[in-house]
């Protein structure tokens, strides 16, 4: 059963444009949602995140949209670089703290040049 | 510089061969937890620690062994290991309580097991 769901394995976007990157989730005890970027050859690395108390958080051209009755989250990436090409992958816990992530699937952007 | 480190990077082994992948990290976090990463099935989550000698199942435990002895190491073990624990695995390390979540991402360690 798979509680975080990133129904698009792969998005195209011209450089310059906006990438949106969506998510699904279907616990509704989850309470925080994270988006991490993944490099060839890396681990994955910390984006940006959101508490369920809030419905929009934002970080330069990083944008995290929660609609928690809807269970969705976007990321939003405006204006889209070649460097932002990577795998996004959505993530999601719940309680006090103390349980772990969920990690969605992930899409892999390519924003061409 | 602050880093998680995991050795090897590589590995290719034999089925029934006992192996350790090792995992540090500097930043004198809590929160340690090892993730296995396969095509079309993202990242799911082994095992994992809140601190020194407490450890927990993830999603996908079976077939491995950790420990926590220390706060900045995290090994895993597979004592007898199959073809099907080939994949790319992730050692991630993070603060206590709700910063547990900004996890710390080691390089990867690809593991092949023919």
């Known amino acids: 059963d798979q509680q975080v769901k990133q129904n698009s394995p792969s998005l195209s976007v011209q450089e310059g444009r906006i990438s949106i990157l969506n998510c699904d989730y279907t616990?509704?005890?989850?309470?925080?949602f994270l988006w991490y970027k993944k490099y060839p050859a890396e681990g994955p690395t910390f984006l940006i995140s959101i508490s369920s108390i809030k419905d929009k958080n934002e970080d330069g051209r990083f944008t995290v949209f929660l609609n928690k009755s809807a269970k969705h989250l976007s990321l939003h990436i405006v204006p889209s670089q070649p460097g932002d090409s990577a795998v996004y992958f959505c993530?999601?816990?719940?309680?006090?703290?103390?349980?772990?992530?969920?990690f969605g699937k992930g899409t892999r952007l390519s924003v061409i040049a | 510089e602050a880093q998680v480190t995991q050795n090897p990077r590589y590995l290719i082994t034999v089925t029934g061969k006992k192996l350790t992948v090792t995992c540090s990290q500097n930043?004198?976090?809590?929160?340690m937890s090892w993730y296995r990463q396969d095509p079309g099935l993202g990242l799911r989550q082994i095992y994992y620690?809140?601190?020194?000698?407490?450890?927990d199942k993830g999603d996908v435990p079976e077939g491995y062994k950790v420990s926590r002895k220390e706060k900045r190491n995290f090994p895993l073990i597979l004592e007898s290991p199959s073809p099907n624990q080939t994949s790319l695995y992730f050692c991630?390390?993070?603060?206590?309580?709700?910063?547990?979540?900004?996890?710390?991402f080691g390089p990867g360690t690809r593991l092949t097991v023919t």
């Open positions: 991630a390390s993070a603060g206590g309580g709700k910063s547990s979540y900004e996890q710390y």
């Open positions: 930043m004198n976090h809590e929160y």
């Open positions: 620690s809140m601190n020194v000698e407490v450890t």
């Open positions: 993530a999601a816990s719940g309680g006090s703290g103390n349980t772990p992530l969920v």
């Open positions: 616990n509704s005890m989850f309470d925080y």
